[in-house]
């Protein structure tokens, strides 16, 4: 796409990659540059630096946590752990179903929803945050409970360990963000979604030897890696899903360097370190235990750590020897920022860098084959061959989940039965045919215990009652077996996975039905070419599979789960 005069937003702007590719987008005219960062400092400053050297641009910071509910993106996320209440929330907007509402709770949803960007570029090294909340050590803090009596009511120190504990797990976080960013490009409609991701590792193996702990590679690393990885193929998926933007990731394999190299102050995690000493006169003597924190051992100078470093941004800065080691051949190496934000450009506006990993995925995973589409027609024909032996008909077994397959599988054979002419259809009120399918679920012990044998309970026309087994797949275990049945649920539990035999589902069943038909058959008539969906024509009382024809249509356009790559 052409980037002058459209709307770009850059999410974690002010970080080495961030700025780079801020200046690259600048220089091709974009109508408004929005920047987010996590402080409100770095924003301001990027905003600032950049009006400088671009001043005709409208440009807008904001700030503040973009894995969390607005109300809590200012919160630094030590002080969100320690406080109950905050925590709680946290944990139940990572672990709580992705309802709309919840997704548009995120401090990421509203910004991209507000500014409705065309582009978004996300530098926000997402790995790094979520794998170094550093769930080893919340492990190491919940062990000592786990050895205790089962029985035994669980103390608050616990409860808060645990929750902790929760609130590290560093998957939901990456899912649920990927849910929010899906959910917002979507309803803003962002044209093109650029990832800078990670390897975790500067490209090198599981012989890396910069770790975090004594492991090699540690725990902490490789969760790094882990996530990294889990995040592209969930970008996979996302740009395979309909409406969403062209998603796209840069995944640099090396060092990024550099920002600046100054002589001054050394800081680690944003702090200074004390300079301190220990009198060779006065050494510790090792033995009995051996404490690693020991507050008022040695001599403080008065004074911090200075030398000369250079600053790689997000990966900290490095004295002149380590920054040699790390950049040195068959090390990490290291790649220019500018080199990123060159990638970047050309990917958004149409070409090809040929560093694209969601397109690299493309073309390397093994789709659907031929051999396999013709295979599939024996298959198909097989199986029906035994179903007229066997006089029985295979329509659902509940192991695709969730149960709304099942659901609809049935209810469509239901129909089938009771109504084989469905081209007549038109001439049936909704309460005539729940009539004609109560009577075949009535008549009919096979199909009604194979049902509910498989955790799908039948729903009776008055929608009082209801026919079931010992085990009902919907309502889903959130915590409790138990539910209310307040007002509206029934509605929700019907339509996600309970046979339905209400007269409105009936009628919502017939507007599908006489749908299907006059489009299958209009077209099949007029239109003779390959560009008709020829697999789902229908084929009259005599179709076999039009269960699942109606079904596959039913997935692609009502509840537009349809694929788009081959």
């Known amino acids: 796409m052409n980037i002058k005069d459209s709307k770009v937003m850059v999410l974690g702007g002010w970080g080495l990659v961030g700025m780079a590719v801020c200046r690259r987008l600048l220089e091709r005219g974009p109508s408004e540059l929005i920047i987010l960062s996590l402080k409100e400092q770095e924003a301001k400053s990027a905003i600032e630096l950049l009006k400088k050297e671009y001043p005709d641009v409208t440009m807008t910071a904001h700030w503040g946590d973009m894995f969390v509910r607005e109300s809590l993106k200012d919160v630094p996320r030590a002080e969100l752990l320690k406080d109950s209440k905050l925590r709680k929330q946290y944990i139940e907007d990572i672990f709580e179903k992705p309802t709309p509402d919840k997704l548009r709770s995120f401090f990421l949803s509203k910004l991209i929803i507000q500014h409705k960007p065309n582009v978004i570029v996300d530098c926000v090294n997402s790995a790094t945050g979520l794998a170094y909340q550093d769930i080893f050590t919340a492990y190491y803090n919940i062990k000592p409970y786990l050895s205790g009596n089962p029985n035994e009511v669980p103390s608050e120190a616990l409860i808060e360990n645990m929750e902790r504990f929760l609130g590290t797990v560093s998957l939901p976080q990456l899912i649920r963000h990927i849910q929010v960013l899906n959910d917002a490009t979507r309803a803003a409609h962002v044209k093109t979604y650029v990832k800078i991701g990670t390897t975790g590792t500067g490209g090198m193996g599981l012989n890396i030897p910069y770790t975090h702990s004594e492991d090699k590679p540690s725990g902490q690393l490789l969760s790094k890696s882990s996530l990294a990885g889990a995040h592209s193929l969930l970008l996979f998926l996302m740009g395979r899903t309909p409406d969403s933007p062209y998603v796209k990731e840069i995944k640099p394999a090396a060092v990024i360097a550099w920002k600046r190299i100054a002589y001054g102050e050394v800081l680690r995690g944003g702090k200074p370190i004390p300079l301190v000493d220990c009198d060779p006169e006065k050494p510790e003597i090792l033995e009995g235990e051996f404490n690693r924190n020991l507050p008022d051992f040695g001599t403080k100078l008065d004074e911090n ?262």
């Open 305 to 566: 750590f200075k030398s000369v470093f250079i600053d790689t941004g997000e990966n900290g800065i490095f004295s002149t020897e380590e920054f040699y080691t790390i950049t040195a051949n068959e090390q990490m190496e290291f790649v220019t920022p500018e080199e990123i934000a060159q990638c970047v450009i050309w990917e958004i506006e149409g070409g090809n860098s040929g560093f694209d990993v969601v397109g690299a995925l493309d073309s390397v995973v093994m789709g659907p084959t031929y051999r396999a589409g013709v295979l599939r027609e024996a298959a198909l024909d097989e199986m029906k061959r035994l179903e007229r032996e066997t006089g029985t008909r295979s329509i659902a077994f509940e192991m695709l989940g969730p149960p709304h397959l099942s659901k609809l599988l049935y209810e469509a054979h239901i129909i089938r039965l009771a109504m084989p002419a469905l081209d007549k259809l038109s001439s049936l009120s909704g309460g005539q045919m729940a009539e004609k399918a109560m009577q075949v679920i009535r008549e009919d012990k096979q199909l009604r215990s194979r049902i509910l044998s498989i955790g799908v309970p039948i729903l009776l026309p008055d929608g009082k009652q209801l026919l079931r087994g010992p085990e009902v797949k919907i309502p889903s275990y959130s915590g409790s077996n138990l539910f209310e049945i307040a007002d509206g649920v029934i509605d929700e539990w019907a339509a996600k996975g309970w046979v339905d035999l209400r007269s409105q589902n009936m009628e919502k069943w017939k507007k599908r039905i006489l749908n299907f038909l006059s489009k299958s058959g209009a077209e099949k008539r007029k239109d003779t070419s390959s560009g008709f969906d020829w697999a789902s024509r229908y084929d009259g009382e005599k179709d076999e599979f039009f269960v699942g024809k109606i079904v596959t249509k039913i997935f692609i356009e009502e509840e537009e789960g349809g694929r788009i790559k081959a």
